[in-house]
């Protein structure tokens, strides 16, 4: 009487085979016990397929040589769904880029720091703070010093629009003058409006 066990087969054991061709050879088992190296047969492999068994002398030639020639149309569509390679996704490392609103709100302050401090506009192309700029958000890009000169043309003509509006709106104004010369010897003067506007803000 044959043991049941005859009929089973059982894969390369350990999960450890690189060859595909493994999905359709497999070994029997000689000894009781979990079917590890020592206790299948490992100098026979038999074929899933037709249950032909090829001596097993450490390399897969004979085992590919009989699939491509009996099985061709079994194993191939196999063959190639095991050995396709997953498509791995695409990292990216750089910064995920400042939305406009917020580049927009840190231009603003670049522009307010340079006139408020009477700041040299060649600011913007010095190395040291460019550093500094990166290190505090390195997803924002300093505008060039061109732009800075054309951003400063505009907000001049802005502020100079909303003075006129304003002191359209006013009944009554105090000037205040003041002129100074500069260790250049270079003359200075400054008109200061002051008003209340209809809201009682000075």
């Avoid at 497999?26 to 490992?42: C, R, Y």
């Avoid at 996704?89 to 340079?114: C, E, Y």
Wanted: net charge positive.
């Amino acid at each position: 009487m044959a043991d049941e066990n005859d009929d089973v087969l059982y894969d390369y054991p350990g999960g450890k085979a690189k060859s595909k061709v493994w999905l359709f050879f497999a070994f029997k088992i000689i000894k009781p016990g979990p079917p590890t190296k020592e206790n299948l047969d490992m100098s026979k492999a038999y074929c899933r397929l037709c249950k032909k068994a090829y001596a097993n002398k450490g390399n897969t030639t004979n085992f590919q040589f009989h699939l491509q020639h009996d099985h061709p149309h079994d194993s191939t569509g196999e063959m190639k769904k095991a050995t396709k390679q997953p498509v791995q996704a695409k990292l990216s490392f750089a910064p995920p880029r400042l939305n406009s609103d917020r580049q927009a709100i840190l231009d603003d302050a670049l522009l307010k720091l340079l006139v408020g401090k009477v700041l040299p506009l060649s600011l913007v192309e010095n190395k040291h703070f460019k550093t500094f700029v990166d290190l505090l958000d390195n997803r924002y890009k300093l505008p060039s010093r061109r732009d800075i000169t054309r951003r400063l043309e505009k907000k001049k003509d802005e502020v100079k629009d909303k003075v006129r509006t304003d002191l359209e709106t006013c009944d009554n104004v105090s000037i205040t003058h003041d002129s100074w010369t500069s260790l250049k010897n270079e003359s200075y003067e400054t008109v200061t409006a002051h008003f209340i506007d209809n809201s009682w803000t000075l």
